[in-house]
């Protein structure tokens, strides 16, 4: 069983930047992502990292967020800069022992799930 505990979201104007952390305990040799869901919309894959580090992202924020762990402290993070109004969602952490490269978008390619913190961004 693996648990995910986030935190670092809240409210900022549009350019600005907020950093999430997703602290994984349990069984924790896991691929990360990061999805997020506005309302009224399907939850959507942000980015994923995998054990080697390998990283990809979502056309919408690639070149803005940036998405990193700490195996030290079996940490993930997602760094967002130039944040965007359309940017405001839930956000989400996620970890499967098994994603592949083809569906690290998919939610249903991710078995635990973290609470989701607020991100909101004002214009």
């Known amino acids: 069983q693996v648990q995910l505990v986030e935190s670092g979201g809240g409210s900022v104007q549009a350019g600005g930047s907020l950093r999430l952390s997703c602290a994984a305990s349990?069984?924790?040799?896991?691929?990360m992502g990061w999805f997020r869901q506005a309302p009224g919309k399907e939850r959507a894959g942000v980015a994923v990292?995998?054990?080697?580090?390998?990283?990809t992202y979502a056309d919408s924020v690639n070149g803005r967020f940036t998405i990193s762990k700490d195996n030290t402290k079996n940490t993930v993070y997602l760094q967002m800069n130039s944040l965007k109004p359309e940017d405001t969602a839930m956000y989400y952490c996620?970890?499967?022992?098994?994603?592949?490269?083809?569906?690290?978008?998919?939610?249903?390619?991710?078995?635990?799930w973290g609470q989701g913190p607020q991100v909101t961004v004002s214009s």
């Open positions: 996620a970890a499967g022992p098994n994603v592949r490269w083809n569906n690290w978008f998919r939610a249903n390619s991710y078995n635990y």
């Open positions: 349990g069984y924790t040799d896991s691929i």
């Open positions: 990292i995998y054990r080697d580090g390998v990283r």
